[in-house]
Protein backbone atom coordinates (compact mmCIF):
# COMPACT_ATOMS: atom_id res chain seq x y z
CA UNK A 1 0.00 0.00 0.00
CA UNK A 2 0.84 3.59 -0.63
CA UNK A 3 2.71 5.52 2.17
CA UNK A 4 1.79 8.79 1.79
CA UNK A 5 3.28 12.16 3.90
CA UNK A 6 2.25 15.36 4.28
CA UNK A 7 3.91 18.24 5.71
CA UNK A 8 3.35 20.45 7.64
CA UNK A 9 1.15 18.37 10.16
CA UNK A 10 0.02 21.44 12.02
CA UNK A 11 0.21 24.95 11.71
CA UNK A 12 -1.62 28.18 13.15
CA UNK A 13 -1.54 31.04 10.46
CA UNK A 14 -2.77 34.83 10.88
CA UNK A 15 -5.83 35.96 9.10
CA UNK A 16 -5.18 36.86 5.34
CA UNK A 17 -1.90 35.13 4.82
CA UNK A 18 -1.04 31.50 3.21
CA UNK A 19 -0.35 28.27 3.53
CA UNK A 20 1.38 25.38 1.25
CA UNK A 21 0.82 21.75 2.02
CA UNK A 22 2.85 19.07 0.90
CA UNK A 23 1.69 16.11 0.05
CA UNK A 24 4.49 13.61 -0.91
CA UNK A 25 3.86 9.77 -2.00
CA UNK A 26 6.45 6.60 -1.94
CA UNK A 27 5.28 5.32 -5.23
CA UNK A 28 3.91 7.02 -8.86
CA UNK A 29 0.41 7.34 -9.04
CA UNK A 30 -1.51 8.84 -11.69
CA UNK A 31 -4.64 10.84 -9.62
CA UNK A 32 -4.31 12.29 -6.17
CA UNK A 33 -7.13 13.98 -4.15
CA UNK A 34 -7.33 16.94 -1.88
CA UNK A 35 -10.01 16.84 1.14
CA UNK A 36 -11.14 19.39 3.99
CA UNK A 37 -12.38 18.22 7.11
CA UNK A 38 -14.06 20.99 9.37
CA UNK A 39 -14.04 20.29 12.82
CA UNK A 40 -16.55 17.65 13.55
CA UNK A 41 -17.57 17.27 10.30
CA UNK A 42 -17.15 14.54 7.39
CA UNK A 43 -14.69 14.82 4.36
CA UNK A 44 -14.86 17.19 1.66
CA UNK A 45 -13.41 16.52 -1.73
CA UNK A 46 -11.70 19.91 -2.70
CA UNK A 47 -10.36 18.91 -6.08
CA UNK A 48 -8.67 15.96 -8.03
CA UNK A 49 -5.00 16.70 -8.88
CA UNK A 50 -3.60 14.98 -12.09
CA UNK A 51 -0.14 14.67 -13.44
CA UNK A 52 0.46 17.40 -16.37
CA UNK A 53 -3.12 18.67 -16.65
CA UNK A 54 -4.76 21.45 -14.31
CA UNK A 55 -6.65 20.56 -11.52
CA UNK A 56 -10.61 19.67 -11.44
CA UNK A 57 -12.07 21.25 -8.88
CA UNK A 58 -15.78 20.63 -6.74
CA UNK A 59 -18.56 23.00 -6.61
CA UNK A 60 -17.51 25.42 -3.91
CA UNK A 61 -13.89 25.57 -3.98
CA UNK A 62 -11.93 27.67 -6.65
CA UNK A 63 -8.31 27.60 -8.19
CA UNK A 64 -7.94 31.44 -6.86
CA UNK A 65 -8.98 29.82 -3.42
CA UNK A 66 -6.77 26.40 -3.68
CA UNK A 67 -4.44 26.57 -6.30
CA UNK A 68 -2.84 22.96 -6.65
CA UNK A 69 0.42 21.92 -8.51
CA UNK A 70 1.48 18.44 -9.40
CA UNK A 71 4.33 18.59 -10.72
CA UNK A 72 5.52 14.86 -11.05
CA UNK A 73 3.80 11.53 -10.19
CA UNK A 74 4.73 11.49 -6.64
CA UNK A 75 4.15 14.63 -5.09
CA UNK A 76 1.51 17.72 -4.87
CA UNK A 77 0.80 20.48 -3.34
CA UNK A 78 -2.31 22.58 -1.84
CA UNK A 79 -2.62 26.29 -1.23
CA UNK A 80 -4.56 27.91 0.98
CA UNK A 81 -5.12 31.34 0.01
CA UNK A 82 -6.00 34.83 2.13
CA UNK A 83 -6.61 32.60 4.91
CA UNK A 84 -9.91 33.06 7.21
CA UNK A 85 -10.98 31.59 10.31
CA UNK A 86 -13.40 29.51 8.27
CA UNK A 87 -10.43 27.45 6.79
CA UNK A 88 -9.50 26.00 10.10
CA UNK A 89 -9.99 22.43 8.67
CA UNK A 90 -8.12 19.19 8.17
CA UNK A 91 -6.75 18.87 4.74
CA UNK A 92 -5.96 15.46 3.61
CA UNK A 93 -4.78 14.36 0.60
CA UNK A 94 -4.94 10.75 -0.86
CA UNK A 95 -4.39 8.58 -4.17
CA UNK A 96 -5.63 5.89 -5.42
CA UNK A 97 -2.97 3.33 -6.13
CA UNK A 98 -4.99 -0.35 -6.39
CA UNK A 99 -8.19 0.08 -8.47
CA UNK A 100 -11.30 1.38 -5.59
CA UNK A 101 -9.17 1.35 -3.14
CA UNK A 102 -7.78 5.24 -1.79
CA UNK A 103 -5.01 5.58 0.52
CA UNK A 104 -4.91 8.93 2.82
CA UNK A 105 -2.17 10.91 4.28
CA UNK A 106 -2.06 11.34 8.21
CA UNK A 107 -3.48 15.41 7.16
CA UNK A 108 -2.53 18.55 7.81
CA UNK A 109 -4.40 20.88 10.92
CA UNK A 110 -4.67 24.42 9.99
CA UNK A 111 -6.02 26.89 12.65
CA UNK A 112 -6.39 30.39 11.21
CA UNK A 113 -6.33 32.86 13.78
CA UNK B 1 -24.41 14.98 -1.57
CA UNK B 2 -23.46 11.45 0.06
CA UNK B 3 -25.81 9.17 -1.66
CA UNK B 4 -26.06 6.64 1.20
CA UNK B 5 -27.90 6.80 4.34
CA UNK B 6 -26.39 5.43 7.63
CA UNK B 7 -26.92 5.42 11.14
CA UNK B 8 -25.20 8.12 13.22
CA UNK B 9 -23.70 5.47 15.80
CA UNK B 10 -23.53 2.35 17.17
CA UNK B 11 -22.22 0.48 20.33
CA UNK B 12 -20.76 -3.20 20.35
CA UNK B 13 -19.21 -4.62 23.27
CA UNK B 14 -15.41 -5.91 22.76
CA UNK B 15 -14.55 -9.35 20.91
CA UNK B 16 -18.98 -9.75 19.65
CA UNK B 17 -19.61 -9.04 16.26
CA UNK B 18 -20.56 -6.00 14.77
CA UNK B 19 -22.84 -5.27 12.19
CA UNK B 20 -23.13 -1.88 10.28
CA UNK B 21 -25.99 -1.43 8.27
CA UNK B 22 -25.91 1.11 4.82
CA UNK B 23 -28.68 1.97 2.63
CA UNK B 24 -28.13 2.96 -0.91
CA UNK B 25 -31.82 2.93 -3.05
CA UNK B 26 -30.15 5.22 -6.19
CA UNK B 27 -27.21 2.70 -7.08
CA UNK B 28 -26.53 1.83 -10.19
CA UNK B 29 -25.60 -1.11 -11.86
CA UNK B 30 -21.85 -0.65 -12.33
CA UNK B 31 -21.26 1.46 -8.84
CA UNK B 32 -19.27 -0.03 -6.46
CA UNK B 33 -20.01 0.16 -2.69
CA UNK B 34 -17.12 1.25 -0.55
CA UNK B 35 -16.45 1.04 3.36
CA UNK B 36 -13.74 3.30 5.29
CA UNK B 37 -13.13 4.16 8.25
CA UNK B 38 -11.40 7.18 10.49
CA UNK B 39 -9.82 6.47 13.69
CA UNK B 40 -9.42 9.45 15.64
CA UNK B 41 -6.71 11.71 14.86
CA UNK B 42 -6.20 9.83 11.16
CA UNK B 43 -7.05 10.23 8.15
CA UNK B 44 -9.39 7.81 6.77
CA UNK B 45 -8.56 3.69 6.13
CA UNK B 46 -9.93 1.62 2.90
CA UNK B 47 -11.64 -1.25 5.05
CA UNK B 48 -13.42 -3.11 1.61
CA UNK B 49 -15.44 -2.57 -1.39
CA UNK B 50 -17.90 -4.98 -3.95
CA UNK B 51 -19.93 -4.86 -6.49
CA UNK B 52 -22.66 -7.61 -6.18
CA UNK B 53 -20.96 -10.47 -4.46
CA UNK B 54 -20.10 -10.78 -0.96
CA UNK B 55 -16.59 -9.93 -0.34
CA UNK B 56 -14.32 -10.92 2.65
CA UNK B 57 -11.04 -9.40 3.26
CA UNK B 58 -8.67 -9.71 6.72
CA UNK B 59 -10.64 -6.94 8.17
CA UNK B 60 -14.18 -7.39 7.59
CA UNK B 61 -17.13 -9.15 5.28
CA UNK B 62 -18.99 -7.11 3.35
CA UNK B 63 -22.58 -8.34 2.78
CA UNK B 64 -24.81 -6.73 -0.45
CA UNK B 65 -28.70 -7.35 -0.75
CA UNK B 66 -29.38 -9.21 -3.36
CA UNK B 67 -31.36 -5.92 -4.98
CA UNK B 68 -28.08 -3.90 -3.83
CA UNK B 69 -30.17 -1.00 -2.51
CA UNK B 70 -28.29 -1.60 1.07
CA UNK B 71 -25.26 -3.69 2.53
CA UNK B 72 -23.97 -4.21 5.86
CA UNK B 73 -20.15 -4.29 7.00
CA UNK B 74 -19.69 -7.07 9.37
CA UNK B 75 -16.53 -7.16 11.38
CA UNK B 76 -16.29 -10.24 13.17
CA UNK B 77 -14.89 -9.35 16.71
CA UNK B 78 -14.93 -5.79 17.28
CA UNK B 79 -11.47 -4.70 19.25
CA UNK B 80 -11.09 -1.54 21.26
CA UNK B 81 -9.31 -0.18 18.16
CA UNK B 82 -12.06 -0.60 15.90
CA UNK B 83 -13.82 2.00 17.25
CA UNK B 84 -14.39 4.41 14.51
CA UNK B 85 -16.30 6.87 12.06
CA UNK B 86 -17.31 4.22 9.19
CA UNK B 87 -18.42 5.57 6.23
CA UNK B 88 -20.35 3.64 3.53
CA UNK B 89 -19.65 5.30 -0.09
CA UNK B 90 -21.38 4.26 -3.38
CA UNK B 91 -19.18 5.20 -6.25
CA UNK B 92 -18.31 4.27 -10.28
CA UNK B 93 -15.87 1.85 -10.75
CA UNK B 94 -11.45 2.68 -10.28
CA UNK B 95 -10.39 5.74 -9.72
CA UNK B 96 -13.34 7.54 -8.90
CA UNK B 97 -14.03 10.46 -6.33
CA UNK B 98 -15.55 9.68 -3.15
CA UNK B 99 -18.38 11.43 -1.58
CA UNK B 100 -17.84 10.77 2.03
CA UNK B 101 -21.71 10.87 4.45
CA UNK B 102 -21.84 11.40 8.00
CA UNK B 103 -21.10 7.72 8.79
CA UNK B 104 -21.67 5.74 11.80
CA UNK B 105 -19.73 6.35 14.58
CA UNK B 106 -18.78 2.71 16.52
CA UNK B 107 -18.05 2.56 20.02
CA UNK B 108 -16.67 -0.24 21.45
CA UNK B 109 -16.57 -0.54 25.10
CA UNK B 110 -14.32 -3.56 27.07
Aim: overall charge negative; aromatic content about 8%; hydrophobic content about 30%.
Amino acid sequence: SAVISQKPSRDICQRGTSLTIQCQVDSQVTMMFWYRQQPGQSLTLIATANQGSEATYESGFVIDKFPISRPNLTFSTLTVSNMSPEDSSIYLCSVEEQYNEQFFGPGTRLTVL
Amino acid sequence: DAKTTQPNSMESNEEEPVHLPCNHSTISGTDYIHWYRQLPSQGPEYVIHGLTSNVNNRMASLAIAEDRKSSTLILHRATLRDAAVYYCIQSGAGFQKLVFGTGTRLLVSP
